[in-house]
T-cell receptor, first 114, second 113 residues
């Protein structure tokens, strides 16, 4: 069964450094998402991406964050200058299209900012 | 999106049916009911969704009341691997750019041997 994959599974970085989290969505899906979950808290929506542009973003998704689909298969989340409070699990998700709305989530990348 | 109310936790014996309730009294006519679950720090997993009619798939059944103000997710024969947080979400069906999912606190289901 096709699945969303994410790399790396765990990323440790120092405060102020840039990180790129990578995702490979399911191949025929059209919508892509990033969510995050701080330890012990709810899963929070960050951004949705469709037709090579951001379709919606949350208040969390400020200028430090950016997303890209550079080559038609990968979907990346970049954090320009990490802060301690960016430590969280980051989940990528994809969904097929307008007629089906269920989202398929990847296993997540645990980001630890020290 | 309409808000949902779920009990914070529930227990279920292994092999028995787990019935997880959800109230969504302010649901609108164009909003679907979705259920996801999250097994310990893994990515959320889609389970099932419905609009008015009851739905069944290989994972679960979804029973929606006639007035659509509440629903129940049924896991017919719960196993230990079904221990997870279950999220009930209502969401509009039509949006050109995508469908963000707003997760609440969910119900933590403990399946016990």
């Amino acid at each position: 069964e096709p699945e969303v994959t994410q790399t790396p599974s765990h990323q440790v970085t120092q405060m102020g450094q840039e990180v790129i989290l990578r995702c490979v969505p399911i191949s025929n899906h059209l919508y892509f998402y990033w969510y995050r979950q701080i330890l012990g808290q709810k899963v929070e929506f960050l951004v949705s991406f469709y037709n090579n542009e951001i379709s919606e973003k949350s208040e969390i998704f400020d200028d430090q964050f950016s997303v890209e689909r550079p080559d038609g298969s990968n979907f990346t989340l970049k954090i320009r200058s990490t802060k301690l409070e960016d430590s969280a699990m980051y989940f990528c998700a994809s969904s097929p299209g307008l007629s089906t709305y269920e989202q398929y989530f990847g296993p997540g990348t645990r980001l630890t900012v020290t | 999106d309409a808000k949902t109310t779920q009990p914070p936790s529930m227990d279920c014996a292994e092999g028995r049916a787990a019935n997880l309730p959800c109230n969504h009294s302010t649901i609108s006519g164009n909003e679907y009911v979705y259920w996801y679950r999250q097994i310990h720090s893994q990515g959320p997993q889609y389970i099932i969704h419905g609009l008015k009619n009851n739905e069944t798939n290989e994972m679960a059944s979804l029973i929606i009341t006639e007035d659509r103000k509440s629903s129940t997710l049924i896991l017919p024969h719960a196993t230990l691997r079904d221990t997870a947080v279950y999220y009930c979400i209502v969401r509009v069906a039509e949006y050109a750019g995508g469908f963000k999912t707003i997760f609440g606190a969910g119900t933590r289901l403990f399946v016990k041997a």
